[in-house]
C-alpha cells in the first residue's frame, strides 16, 4: 500500500469532496484510492498506478474548481470517463472555459461533455449542422443558446425554429381550440428553452416584431430564409420530402441546426425518416457538419443515461432476435 499527500487549498475541499463527501465517495470507488484528512492535509492510499490516475484526477477537478465550476457526482463521473479514456487533451477545464451564453438568471451555458463541445464547433464551423443522439445530450438547448448568441451580436437578423407536428398517440382533432392551440403542444419545448435564454419579455417583443418564429414544419413550405438561424427540431419525424424541403428553403448567410434521435420516431410503420435519409444522402458534402451524440453525453439526471443504455441494450437484442428468425424462415423455405 503507498502514500502520497497531495495539495487541496481549504477554499476548495468542500467543492471538491461534494455535500456529504458524495463527490468523494464516486472518487474513492472509481479510483480505488482511500482519502483521508490528517492535520489538515490530504493523502491518498492505495497502489503507485491508481494514485498516479487519482493524482491527475484531484489535479483537473481542482483547475475546475478555481474556476468557479460547482462540482456535481455527474461531472465527477465525466471526469472519470475522461481519464478512463485518455482524453486529457479534451479536459472539462476546456469544455468549462467555452461559455455560449447565460440564462436570464445568470446560469452560464456551455457544452458539458466531449460530444457537446464538437457538436459546437461543427455548428460555428458550418452553414448546416446535423446534431443526432439520445435524449438529454442538450441537441436543442445547445443549438438554442448559439442562435440566440449569433442574433444578439447581429450575425443573423431571425431566429426560426420548428419542428414537425407528428400526432403520437392522439389526433390533432382531438385536441380543442384553433389550429395554434392545437399545434402549440408540440413546440412548446421550444418556447421553454427561449424563455429561460432570453427571457419571457424579450422573446415576446421580438416574435411580435417577426423576428424570432416558432411554428410547425408545414409553415416553411415555399419561402427562402435569409440570415437566420434556423433549428428544425425533433427531425427523425419528418419525411425524406418534408426534410428536403426544409433544407432548400435555407438562404443566405443562414445558418441551419437539425436535431433528432433515430430511436424515438413516431412516424406511421414503415415509414422512412427523413432524417436517416439525409445523412446518408448529404454525407461527405463540405459546408454539412454531422455530429453523433452517444449516452455518454447525457447530462440529464444520472439515470436518464441508465434508462439510455437499458434501451440500447434491449433494442440490440430485439434486433439480434429477429435476425435469426429472419435466418431461420429462410433455411425452413429452402
Keep these: ?38 492535520d489538515g492535509k490530504v493523502k491518498l492510499l492505495g497502489t503507485d498506478k491508481n494514485i498516479k490516475r487519482a493524482e491527475s484526477v484531484f489535479s483537473e477537478l481542482l483547475e475546475l474548481s478555481k474556476s468557479d465550476t460547482l462540482l456535481t457526482p455527474e461531472n465527477i463521473s465525466y471526469a ?13 477545464l476546456k469544455m468549462d472555459s467555452d ?48 442562435a440566440c448568441l449569433y442574433f444578439g451580436r447581429g450575425e443573423v437578423d431571425r431566429i426560426i425554429l420548428t419542428r414537425p407536428a407528428i ?24 418556447y421553454d428553452a427561449l424563455y429561460q435564454i432570453m427571457g419571457q419579455e424579450s422573446f415576446q417583443r421580438n416574435t411580435e416584431k ?8 408545414a409553415y416553411m413550405r415555399g419561402r427562402t430564409l435569409d440570415s437566420s438561424f434556423i ?47 439525409s445523412l446518408s444522402v448529404l454525407k461527405g458534402i463540405e459546408g454539412i457538419g454531422v455530429c453523433c451524440l452517444k449516452k455518454e453525453d447525457v447530462v440529464r439526471h444520472p439515470l436518464v443515461q441508465k434508462i439510455v443504455e437499458a434501451y440500447e441494450e434491449y433494442e440490440n437484442k430485439q434486433t439480434k432476435t429477429k435476425a435469426k428468425r429472419f435466418e431461420g424462415s429462410k433455411d425452413k423455405r429452402r
Design 99 to 146: 461559455i455560449i451564453a447565460h440564462t436570464v438568471s445568470g446560469k452560464p451555458i456551455k457544452p458539458k461533455t466531449i460530444g457537446q463541445k464538437n457538436y459546437v464547433d461543427l455548428i460555428r464551423n458550418n452553414m448546416v449542422t446535423f446534431g443526432v443522439g439520445p435524449a438529454g445530450t442538450g441537441k436543442t438547448y445547445l443549438a438554442m443558446a448559439l
Design 210 to 217: 417577426g423576428l424570432i418564429e416558432v411554428a410547425p414544419l
Design 1 to 38: 500500500m503507498e502514500e502520497k499527500e497531495i495539495y487541496i487549498p481549504d477554499e476548495h475541499l468542500k467543492n471538491i469532496f461534494g455535500e456529504f463527501d458524495k463527490n468523494l465517495s464516486i472518487l474513492e470507488k472509481k479510483l480505488s484510492v482511500s482519502v483521508v484528512i490528517r
Design 167 to 190: 400526432e403520437a398517440g392522439e389526433k390533432l382533432g382531438f385536441l380543442p381550440g384553433d389550429l395554434q392551440s392545437k399545434v402549440d403542444p408540440y413546440l412548446r419545448p421550444l
Design 231 to 277: 433549428i428544425l427540431d425533433e427531425a427523425q419525424n419528418t419525411t425524406p420530402a418534408q426534410m428536403k424541403m426544409f433544407l432548400t428553403r435555407i438562404g443566405f448567410g443562414s445558418k441551419a441546426v437539425i436535431t433528432g434521435d433515430l430511436t424515438q420516431k413516431d412516424l406511421p410503420k414503415g415509414q422512412t425518416s427523413g432524417l436517416s435519409v
Design 80 to 92: 472519470l470517463t475522461l481519464d478512463d479514456e485518455n482524453l486529457a487533451e479534451h479536459d472539462l
